[in-house]
């Protein structure tokens, strides 16, 4: 049979293990039209529950192996044993050729580090990036470096914004999108000098999106720009701190809810609309860390995900490989080393 | 009459001037007993709202000048040109002893360098931080820097501790507060390296508070610390983007509730709860921004707040003064830079 893509999958990743990606998978493969599933992990466990999905069975190949990496481990240790590890075989699919693209729920810094090691950057790219979509007033934007490079120079910095424009483009379907460095104020002479010094080039260059300028915290969720791009130690901070917000929030509203019997009822009269609003900014819609820049479509699921997050990441991957993501940026980025104006500032 | 307390207010800061200045100085001065208030700026615009407020009145006394700073100056340029400008004779009264606290609305930027310049840092203290309180699930935090500072050393990073944790002790009344660095993780390895060599100094000094370790983007809205350190550059986005956050949820929930019939009628039952749970995160209640190590009170009330976000910015500055925060950071300071470990590794 002839399928559209293949989707590697660790399914030791997560803290749950197979039971749940594997009815992620699941979920997935019913969205997904002509998909393959090689599914890394024990035979055993991966069996029981695949026996559960009865469609999705004969699109599914289980690859044994007993080692699977755990998440608590240090990443260089955990890249220096991962031989014959379900996370490592997985990606090597991926290096082969055998596998379009890899998801896995497990250790964050390991599944980099062997995605680099493994897969390498895609030509042009110094270092590859997390990135995730994230809800905003006006719709939704994606967001990079969320942890992966705790800083990052000028041309770092720029490459990020060429990766979030293409991806905006190409799998969002948005023509020109705008591009913001994330900084302390929006004039010009604000912040660190790697952020003034990109500023400097994305001004300058011709590149798939539009330079906005320097934008602040809050025009994250405000929608200011579409893709938002910083350094891996203030996104990570800045997307833990929403989700706490986030989390604060919906909090104080149940206790609110909670506070009168006239609020009770309130409650149960608008419930279908809180339910609503609560699935808009439902932490498993936006599951799906995307390592943009790896040769290769690589998607971290969050270890806490359940089934409907896992096929989530499942989603973001297909989407990746689809649009033929990495094929565009490789040829985005190498015209945009051609530019003068990149090779004055960065200095390559 | 003897007052218990003067504070200076530059009347001529925010986005709406003396209007809301002296309407959030008269709610202020009904709370606070034995306060006075120098004010200064424009002599008849302040005259004509102090005429409205009558008890106030025999308790303010008029500076008059023509001059004032605008927001979007420069700093530096600011400070150049400060000379008679109303923020500058503000921080002028309390250098020379006649006020004990400064608030003003302007510009944040000219405001610290110019407190910096006048009052100097309290002794032992590199540089001052801008400094707020945050709700939390559990009550509230205290954080800092704020923006005032793009990069810190372990040195700083330290003394923020210092300042936070007096803080939570002298007016947030909590014995011994729990103190975390803000990072991309828990692990000790995690971060920049003056993270953690600020972490190796405050597990190993005496100092007010208890030191707890690293913590993430997500603990500052939890509550896991009572006083959460960052620099300056991460402070300010995470703050920002909780803002915005605050907002989209807001936003969010107000669309939930026009949605449908019954989650109108939902609302109206509601209301009083929600408006309650509003009222909690209401960004008037954490208004003002301290100035923390200045040698002198100086708190920054946000450019767009109103008469009751003027007056919180106001009772802000009351406290530190009422509690003797400076005097208190200084005994402190003194013992932390006589401890051995403290010296070993900042290595002053």
Redesign the interface.
């Given at each position: 049979m002839n399928y559209r893509q293949i989707i590697a999958v660790d399914a030791m990743g997560g803290d749950f293990g197979p039971s749940i990606v594997i009815a992620g998978v699941a979920e997935a493969f019913s969205k997904l039209e002509g998909t393959k599933f090689m599914l890394y992990g024990d035979r055993d466990k991966i069996g029981v529950e695949l026996d559960k999905y009865e469609a999705l069975k004969p699109h599914a190949e289980i690859h044994h192996t007993d080692k699977a990496i755990s998440s608590e481990e240090?990443p260089s240790t955990a890249v220096r044993n991962s031989k014959g590890s379900s996370m490592r075989l997985a990606i090597e699919a991926v290096k082969d050729g055998r596998a379009d693209a890899i998801v896995s729920a497990g250790n964050t810094g390991a599944l980099m580090a062997m995605s680099k090691l493994l897969l390498r950057c895609l030509p042009g790219i110094n270092r590859p990036a997390i990135a995730s979509v994230m809800?905003?007033?006006t719709g939704k934007s994606v967001m990079l470096d969320l942890?992966a490079n705790?800083?990052c120079d000028a041309e770092v910095l720029t490459q990020f914004a060429v990766l979030g424009a293409v991806y905006a483009r190409v799998v969002q379907g948005i023509t020109k999108p705008t591009v913001g460095l994330?900084?302390?104020g929006t004039?010009d002479?604000k912040?660190?000098e790697e952020l003034r010094n990109a500023a400097s080039v994305l001004s300058n260059v011709e590149f798939p999106g539009k330079y906005y300028g320097f934008i602040?915290?809050?025009?994250?969720?405000?929608g200011t720009v579409d893709v938002v791009v910083?350094d891996?130690?203030?996104g990570?901070?800045?997307?833990?701190?929403?989700?706490?917000?986030?989390?604060?929030?919906k909090?104080?509203?149940t206790?609110?809810?909670k506070?009168?019997p006239?609020?009770m009822?309130?409650?149960?009269?608008?419930?279908?609309?809180?339910k609503?609003?609560k699935d808009?900014?439902d932490p498993r819609k936006y599951n799906g860390g995307m390592f943009l820049g790896v040769n290769g479509v690589c998607v971290k699921s969050h270890g806490g995900s359940d089934a409907e997050g896992t096929a989530n990441a499942i989603m973001v991957a297909s989407n990746l490989v689809q649009n033929g993501f990495n094929q565009r940026v490789a040829a985005q980025i190498e015209q945009l080393m051609d530019q003068e104006s990149f090779i004055s500032v960065v200095g390559v």
């Open positions: 240090k809800p905003t007033m942890g705790l800083t994330l900084n302390v004039e002479m912040g660190h602040e915290g809050d025009d994250i969720t405000k910083t891996g130690f203030t990570n901070i800045a997307l833990k701190t929403a989700e706490g917000v986030g989390k604060l929030s909090e104080y509203l206790q609110a809810f506070s009168s006239f609020a009822l309130g409650y149960l009269l608008s419930r279908g609309a809180i609503k609003m808009r900014v």
